[in-house]
DNA sequence: TTGTAAGCGTTATCAA
DNA sequence: TTGATAACGCTTACAA
């Protein structure tokens, strides 16, 4: 392996001037830097970054930390991270938590010990008391979670209002038992619920306990929270899901209780998947704008990076709702 | 930030005390020992990884490179990477390379500059030839595509034999004019149409040119391709895919052309994704063990790192065939 | 504009 | 068993 030495004997130079042509911008003679670069070139010198980073104390690492990377959500967020990080010449350091706040802990602490230049991070409500209080010194950009007391850079989807709209659109609809699944780790469950209830309130419709469950956010646990509240006694007639495992899981059990969708009962959810369109009928979503929030989160990441003094900001993005089949109205049915 | 140095005041002993205590088993007196651990938790200190890294020239970050995260297999497989090397204290440095050779020489260098202990790499066929020559001195081991002239660990799906037992399926059921989309940019499509072809061979139904394409194995080029499949003259009564994004994209053909799966036309490929259980029909595909794949690989890599001369080791897995709707056979279509 | 030399925070060598 | 001390490969004052 190569050396800054080595390359600055073969140049005829001292290592600071092969150090100031690779990195700074500082004055170096014309034809010093040229004698640096043929050295460069004819050694195949390439930094040790390692060693760069300690020195300079900083790196060209970000991590990103989400529960699930086969969350189909983060999937795509995770994409757009890594495009974004690519551009300005960082990688990223992929952290999956499962929604286990210690496994949370673990990976902040290895992003300050590894020194990381910054870090993305979708955190459950357990770890948030903690946040404030642990020393994590690196920059810091929430996303899809909101984190109420703590003074941090977040892109969040206006959960509360889009819920309202999905609700509320079931509801003109003509769809009045409508149940709903939350995920319970993260406040955007909580936020989903809220708006979900409003929607509810504003149109005069009852809450009803049995329609409201709270589960993780997970295929399996949704399968079968979904399949006992189809057998109550007095089921839904719409189902609300509130993200993409969650909608799969309701959807295995429609599909295992023998449900017609939407004769029987319609399904909303959130989150624009591979196969939202490609299941029939078509699910009604609220589309997020992942590519969008992804690259708004490492764009926040690299402005607080570059002026960490930066007065934080909460970006909000709205969501679309995309109306198709697995809503129809009710007096279409017949149809 | 605390460092050793601190820690080895706090405690009364040498740095060299406070290093052998963390990181080495060697002998270190029980009195001394405890002072160290205490003065550790004391001052909070936590051994700064990049200095480490950096004296002992070793890492404990695993690099991934893949084409594209959002491609299920691959999710899965990061997923199932990035659990193993969480059990062995190793991160993963995730790449995405768009099936491109430049970023997959970037990325690989990335992963020298850095000093990653080993790289899981998922390569094109046009960085292979270079793959030889390139001085990766590195630990790596290759996942889902075969790197004939290389003697490098791999960890592979049985290709052909699975394209074959695919196609033999689809002629058994009375298919014969099974149209083929393969992703041209790896050796894996190759091998898969290794296995289509013998099949139709083995049956002897001629190969018929219009029915082979090669194409990017996006969704967007193979609902263009398989589109302009179905509208040739005397189109094809079945469509295999060689990966579940090109099976996206011919579903999404298939919808387009408002075709009756199998009635119009069969439709079967590759990989396990949410959705090929909830279409109706049900996707008949080979399922790949993802996780598998991924554990192994990272299994594999371990093994490299430990022992650098460990003779080098081809690992094939079986494909297991999910018969569904979607190729029901032909005398069963009028039911 | 360039070179010398002092670190960055560890670990490894060598003596004690 | 322990402690000085020299690296690891780079950047950056400071001097020249």
């Known amino acids: 392996m190569v050396s800054i030495k080595e390359v600055a004997e073969e ?4 290592t600071a001037t092969v150090s100031r042509v690779l990195s ?24 040790n970054l390692v060693a760069r980073s300690l020195r300079s104390q900083q790196s060209n690492t970000i991590g990103l930390i989400v529960s699930d990377i086969r969350n189909p959500f983060f999937t795509s967020i995770s994409r757009a991270v890594e495009d974004s990080a690519y551009k300005q010449g960082f990688s990223v350091l992929l952290c999956n938590t499962d929604e286990d706040p210690e496994k949370e802990k673990i990976y902040l602490q290895l992003m300050r010990d590894t020194n990381v230049a910054g870090v993305i991070f979708s955190p459950t409500r357990q770890i948030m008391s903690d946040l404030a209080s642990l020393p994590f010194d690196f920059p810091m950009v929430i996303v899809d979670r909101s984190v109420p007391d703590v003074d941090v850079d977040t892109v969040l989807l206006d959960n509360v209002e889009s819920a309202y709209r999905l609700t509320s659109h079931l509801i003109s609809n003509g769809f009045r ?13 909580i936020q989903r619920q809220r708006g979900y209830e409003e929607a509810l309130k504003a149109h005069g419709i009852p809450l009803v306990p049995e329609y409201i469950k709270h589960l993780q956010p997970r295929v399996e646990a949704s399968y079968k929270i979904a399949t006992s509240m189809l057998q109550l006694p007095h089921a839904p007639d719409a189902l609300l899901t509130s993200n993409s495992l969650i909608m799969e899981g309701a959807l295995q059990a429609l599909r295992a209780c023998n449900l017609s969708i939407p004769e029987d009962i319609a399904l909303v959810g959130f989150d624009e998947t591979p196969w939202t369109l490609l299941v029939q009928p078509a699910i009604t979503i609220i589309a997020q ?4 929030i992804g690259k708004t989160a490492a764009d ?5 990076i570059a002026i960490p003094t930066r007065p934080t900001r909460q970006i909000i993005l709205k969501g679309q709702l995309m ?3 697995s809503s129809t109205p009710l007096h279409l049915k017949a149809m």
């Open 24 to 47: 700074s911008s500082d004055h170096v003679r014309p034809e010093l830097r040229q004698r640096v670069m043929e050295a460069v070139e004819k050694l195949q010198y390439r930094p």
């Open 300 to 304: 926040l990441l690299f402005q607080r």
């Open 11 to 14: 140049a005829g130079v001292s």
């Open 289 to 292: 704008p992942t590519d969008e």
């Open 323 to 325: 109306v198709r089949g």
């Open 177 to 189: 038992r409508i149940g709903a699944l939350f995920g319970e780790t993260s406040t955007t469950g």
